[in-house]
């Protein structure tokens, strides 16, 4: 019987650097009725590209997420995936950069949310709390008492 595998090896720069170039590739081919499905997975992608040092694929990621803006800014009913960017936003292997282009995009997504779903949410959102950066810690809070 074969032993369970470990989690799949990060992803080489360049290989992150060929699938965000899909990925703007998609992007801007994607019509607006169907870019909230593609932002599941491009979004979190993009974002967490940004933990890479390599300067090719973080300009790719702002590219993907300058897309991402122009895109959404006018459309509130584009969903953005809130619950995948908490997920990033609050693993201890996420790095400044990264918490701080979540938080964003956290923001964007729980003000799409239909209210019952804000109120189902909110409360996870202030699970330790005090273990946030400040400056996240208003944006939070300002989240939830909404």
């Not at 470990?6 to 170039?21: N, Q, V, Y």
């Not at 990621?61 to 584009?78: D, F, G, T, Y």
């Not at 273990?131 to 008492?145: D, E, F, M, T, Y």
């Amino acid at each position: 019987m074969a032993e369970p595998s470990a989690a799949p090896p990060a992803p080489t720069d360049a290989e992150r650097e060929d699938a965000l170039d899909r990925m703007l590739t998609w992007l801007a081919l994607a019509e607006d009725a169907r870019l909230a499905p593609l932002l599941v997975r491009v979004l979190p992608y993009a974002i967490t590209s940004f933990a890479s040092t390599s300067t090719s694929v973080r300009k790719l990621a702002m590219e993907i997420l300058s897309h991402i803006n122009k895109r959404v800014k006018h459309r509130p009913e584009i969903s953005l995936p809130m619950l995948d960017l908490w997920k990033i936003y609050t693993e201890s292997a996420s790095t400044s950069i990264v918490r701080n282009f979540c938080i964003v995009y956290i923001e964007m997504a729980f003000e799409r949310l239909p209210s019952e779903e804000k109120g189902n949410i909110a409360p996870d959102l202030l699970i330790n709390i005090s273990k946030v950066p400040a400056q996240h810690q208003g944006i939070i809070l300002r989240l939830v008492s909404k």
